[in-house]
């Protein structure tokens, strides 16, 4: 049965509220380490659902669902460690959403029905916005109300999307069921204006969550304010969830026949978002901040890369694995660090390398993969997606996409460079411990590992995924 | 002019009604009022579902979350906080409600542009349902306390799902999907009501204009 993948997050989640917090703590890890593994077997055993109407192990949500569950269970291992040496308040609460929030995002990844998605897609935002106010510092406050208040209003929007639909289906005189699979199949039939404002408000909708410019305005706030653990997966996962709902509904219009159209308009925005993040990363003060704008702009090159479709396509699921995988162990390092000298300031933080070491050389590889370099995946990713440019002969995209990676890359490297080796009169106020470090370098080795060896069934579910853009 | 054409109309007053109050109160009970109109108008256009038990039983299990739960839980929240009951907006009682009447205007100039599936039983549904959305949106964007943000955000869910039942036909309800909907606006504002409760105890206010500090 596909469903206990979300089923059993849901119930475990809700033991926990009610569980003290050393069981809570195992708790987290044993989900973790089931869920992975119910991961794996969906995506490579023929698992299926039992509401057939309403879920599927499709291809690309399978991707989703390894990488969501692999992640939660390194980041399960680091809040062990992480939880020790804070004193969380509400800690039943934090373990007990953290798990809500995993079931919430396997139940996007197998979601098959149009409004089933969105209610998953709705419930990721509300169980995580507790994990963003556990401290109820004035920040994360704030935070946390723009983030439940403009995601909710913008996936508002994808739901008027997904009626928009119903409506072209209906213009089309089609009776399908109204899931991603049917419509697939009779997508050429369907009512081409109404699927196209249908498409906006979709990309509108889950656009907002995904982080993409200019809707992106809650992103850094909501991962600048919550612990590192919460940032990570957020960061990691959730996006990517969001980002499934716009790619499957992609892939009903490419085989509508409208792929140039909606591609023209994820690189647009794509391309945009890269740009807004380039410019802030830039004049960033915050190092949580600088890493929530380069999730931003990744989500971008992910966009860019899903619109120009091909090898592009390619790139852009390549992507989203080795982004997760990094984007994960910086955040994580980012927690390291605001343990080490108590502070968010890139001005306060200095002397990493001889303060440091562990975290440094686990911070010193995230940012290298971060920027694409080898042998870190995001490198044949963006090279991926640069091939595909050339080859759809969009030398204006490829020319902006690298223009815009320099910018990305000289912004991230300014303050990196003085986190890292300026500033030697920077003061710790905390050691560093290898239970919150051995997890980055599992991430890291991951992405290592992958960038050189894809497992014949992951590179199976990539292609399959993105044989239909 | 049917059942359905005295309920939309009464839509449409709510929607002026709620662009015009001063007073926080007022404007959760024109919520309220709207909440059941609203989760009255699928039963009363489609005459086949009255006799339909799972479609009544259905449409009163939202007249009681929308109509009554919500407003409740919204009221519960207010009474905790803020002294001030007057709503503050940023664009005047009067301006707000000409902007309403402009939006009533537009939109059924849209609708009758639009061409979707012919719903002999009203033409009244799209416009009413595209003014309903307009309205949420001016009252998220104009009005600075917190708690009519959340009102705004209710007005702007009840136009989508006003608009779902104007355009889509009534082929692809399934109550299974629908109450996922349902329950997800409840935990929604229920959550929303938590952080109005955290703010009011930040700040002794719930004015979000407070909540400027994170910037760039």
């Not at chain 1, 639909?165 to 199949?185: C, D, K, R, W, Y």
């Amino acid at each position: 049965m596909l469903e206990l993948v979300f089923v059993i997050p849901f119930l475990i989640g809700i033991v926990a509220f009610f569980s003290p917090v050393m069981m809570g703590r195992i708790l987290l890890v044993a989900t973790g380490i089931i869920e992975f593994a119910l991961a794996c077997m969906a995506a490579w055993t023929t698992r299926l659902p039992a509401a057939t109407f309403y879920f599927t192990a499709a291809p690309e949500g399978c991707l989703v669902l390894l990488v969501t569950t692999f992640l939660f269970l390194i980041i399960g291992l680091y809040t062990l460690f992480y939880l020790v040496e804070t004193d969380m308040p509400r800690e039943h609460v934090f373990n007990g959403c953290l798990l809500l929030f995993l079931g919430a995002m396997a139940m996007v990844a197998v979601s098959d029905h149009l409004v089933v998605l969105w209610v998953a897609i709705e419930a990721t935002t509300l169980t995580s916005a507790p994990l963003i106010l556990l401290y109820h510092s004035k920040g994360s406050l704030e935070a946390t109300w723009k983030y439940v208040l403009i995601c909710s209003v913008g996936i508002a929007l994808a739901l008027l999307g997904t009626f928009f639909i119903t409506l072209a289906m209906e213009h089309g005189s089609i009776n399908v069921p109204l899931t991603f699979s049917s419509l697939q199949e009779v997508a050429g039939g369907m009512d081409a204006l109404w699927l196209k404002a249908g498409f906006i408000f979709i990309m509108v909708g889950y656009g907002t969550k995904m982080g993409l410019a200019p809707m992106h305005t809650w992103l850094p706030d909501a991962h600048g304010e919550s612990p590192s653990p919460v940032s990570a997966l957020l960061s990691g996962a959730l996006l990517n969830c969001a980002f499934l709902g716009i790619f499957k509904s992609y892939a009903i219009l490419h085989a509508a026949g409208m792929a140039q159209w909606a591609g023209n308009m994820l690189v647009g925005f794509g391309l945009f978002s890269m740009l807004i993040a380039g410019v802030f990363m830039m004049i960033q003060k915050d190092y949580k901040r600088l890493f929530a704008y380069s999730s931003i702009e990744n989500m971008g090159i992910i966009a860019v890369g899903t619109g120009l479709g091909g090898l592009a396509g390619l790139g852009a699921m390549v992507h989203l694995v080795h982004h997760s995988l990094l984007k994960a162990a910086l955040f994580l390092s980012t927690g390291n660090i605001l343990f080490g000298y108590g502070t968010k300031e890139i001005g306060k933080v200095g002397g990493m390398a001889g303060l440091l070491p562990m975290t440094f050389i686990g911070f010193t590889c995230g940012f290298a993969g971060i920027s694409g370099f080898p042998p870190f995946g995001l490198f044949v990713s963006e090279l991926l997606i640069l091939f595909g440019a050339f080859k759809n002969h969009s030398f204006f995209t490829a020319a902006a996409f690298i223009l815009l990676l320099i910018l990305i890359f000289a912004g991230i490297s300014k303050h990196f460079i003085r986190m890292a080796f300026a500033g030697r009169d920077a003061k710790l106020i905390r050691e560093e411990r290898l239970g919150r470090i051995f997890p980055v370098f599992i991430l890291l080795a991951a992405s290592i590992l992958l960038s050189l060896w894809l497992p014949e069934p992951l590179r199976r579910t990539i292609l399959d995924a993105i044989s239909r853009i | 002019m049917g059942h359905v054409d005295i309920v939309l109309s009464l839509i449409f007053l709510s929607i002026l009604m709620s662009l015009g109050s001063s007073r926080l109160l007022e404007l959760i009970r024109v919520m309220s009022f709207q909440g059941v109109l609203v989760s009255l108008v699928p039963v009363l256009i489609e005459p086949q579902y009255q006799t339909m038990s799972l479609a009544v039983a259905f449409a009163s299990l939202m007249l009681l979350i929308k109509g009554v739960l919500i407003p409740l839980m919204i009221w519960f929240a207010l009474r905790k906080v803020s002294i001030r009951r007057e709503v503050e907006p940023l664009i005047g009682y009067h301006a707000s409600l000409f902007a309403g009447l402009a939006m009533i205007l537009f939109s059924v100039f849209i609708s009758s542009r639009l061409q979707v599936v012919d719903r002999p039983e009203s033409t009244l549904l799209l416009p009413c349902a595209i003014t309903t959305i307009g309205a949420g949106f001016f009252l998220l964007m104009t009005r600075r306390k917190a708690i009519t943000q959340i009102i705004g955000y209710l007005i702007l869910e009840n136009g989508i799902y006003l608009t779902g039942t104007a355009l889509a036909g009534q082929m692809q309800t399934h109550y299974v999907v629908e109450f996922g909907i349902l329950l997800d606006l409840l935990v929604g504002v229920m959550i929303m009501g938590i952080i109005l409760h955290r703010i009011n105890s930040t700040y002794d206010d719930i004015d979000t204009t407070f909540l400027k500090q994170l910037k760039g």
